[in-house]
């Protein structure tokens, strides 16, 4: 027996050769990936395989947010997209691994043990084997642990094995998010370009717009006023036809012009956002507005693909709301994408004929919520609920994260990850129930006292 009580096996030779057996695995099994997502699905499944484990997880970290989170899950799947904060959990294994770098072998049938997650998914651990992801004389980028060995228990010889796939696996993914930056980088350019070209191939549109609106159509309708004036008392069924016809083009161009304005204006606001979002950062302005106000402007453009889709859009108490501080474009911006995104969930269902075509309803409501651990502390809480297909657990859980899964056909998920991103510039929260074919219910928390920070990423 060893110190530590952890069991070794003498012979050496039989260890040496299964560790350059790991190696030659890992590396070809992570050779041929350049994904980092398919890189830590794969180094997951080779350090199961590697240390013959039944279950296990790989946790990367944050620094912006300064949290371990669940990336990928053998066996525990409910778990991805939790998250570990290594600065106050102080019970955990991950956390503490994370903290000092050093391997951690957990028997919890002998040692103290947080049975939490245990609880959460129903599964029995008996051993923990926990090592750092680190290349040598780095900190750790995250944990990768493995639970219960199918046979017997896991040694100091698993514990040298697993270290050796989390090191590879480290440097490798390091050397794939530095090749990512650099593809970032170039795209970031182009974006750039083209974003200069969008935005100067949009004012010609306003401009053509604006000329056929003043100069031709106002002129044209002011000239029928008058020939409807002078035939009301020739031919007042004449005069009458005339104003059926003219009236409801009359009525709608002031809301097309409107449309296309706004419409532009939205694609300038989007390249932005879109070459923000590539670069990891993100500007914004903070002014008290009333969030009520904000909304219905925002998402009145919505209203007319709404009623074409037979789908109800309403509000509900926006006028609760007192005035606070908050970006108005990236808010409004936020809640568009919720709204956006639910309207296109509930078009695919039904093309899908995953559902039948009947009236939907999408409620945009607003109240005034006090946290729970600091009931001085207030939010004001934005639903965007939908009575639509839901979603899947696996799809939510991913929301909001850089893993997330986009249901929408020719949908990237970048609108939910925005979203996630307005949340953390204002020190917000953000969240989603659903439950698959009974509907979705977002919600975005904004802070109505926040001390704002402008570049969150």
Known sequence: MHDSGVPIQPDAARIYQKQLEAVQEICAALAAKNDVEELLRETLR??????????????????????????????????????????????????????????????????????????????????????????????????LQVLNKREGEFMQEDVALLEIVASLA?????????????????????????????????????????????????????????IHQALQEQAPALAQRLQNAVEPLKEWIPEAESSVHDSCTDIREMVSEIADYVKGTQSAYFEELSIGEIIKERLKRLQVIARNRQVTLSYEGLEDVPPFRFDRRLVGRALYNLVNNALGAIDAAVRKKQMEMR???????????????????????????????????????????????????????????????????????????????????????????????????
Request: glycine residues 8%.
């Open 170 to 226: 480290a440097t490798v993914i390091a050397n794939a998010r530095l090749a990512k930056e650099a593809e970032l980088a170039a795209v970031t350019r182009a974006i750039g370009d083209l974003g200069h070209d969008i935005k100067n191939a949009l004012t010609p549109i306003q401009g053509i717009v604006q000329t056929t609106v003043e100069a031709f159509l106002n002129p044209m309708f002011d000239e029928l006023d008058q």
């Open 359 to 457: 009236p939907f309803q999408i409620v945009v409501r607003t109240r005034v919520v006090s946290d729970e651990k600091t009931p001085n502390k207030t939010y004001c809480r934005i639903e965007v609920e939908d009575d639509g297909p839901g979603m899947t657990e696996q799809v939510r859980r991913s929301l909001f994260t850089s893993a997330t899964i986009s249901t929408t056909p020719g949908g990237t998920g970048i609108g939910t990850r925005f979203v996630k991103n307005v949340a953390d510039i204002h020190g917000g929260r953000v969240g989603v129930e659903s439950e698959l074919g009974k509907g979705a219910r977002f919600w975005l928390d904004l802070p109505m006292d926040a001390v704002v920070q402008t570049t969150p990423q």
């Open 46 to 143: 080779v350090a199961l395989d590697t240390v013959e484990a039944d279950a296990g997880s790989l946790l990367l970290y944050e620094p912006e947010r300064r949290r371990l989170v669940f990336r990928h899950v053998i066996g525990k799947e409910e778990l991805i997209g939790q998250e570990i904060d290594p600065e106050t959990d102080l019970e955990g294994r991950a956390a503490l691994v994370f903290r000092t770098g050093q391997a951690q072998l957990t028997n919890t049938n002998q040692e103290h043990y947080n049975p939490a997650f245990d609880i959460v998914t129903g599964y029995h651990t008996h051993t923990i084997l926990t090592v750092p992801m680190k290349t040598l004389g780095s900190t750790p980028i995250g944990v």
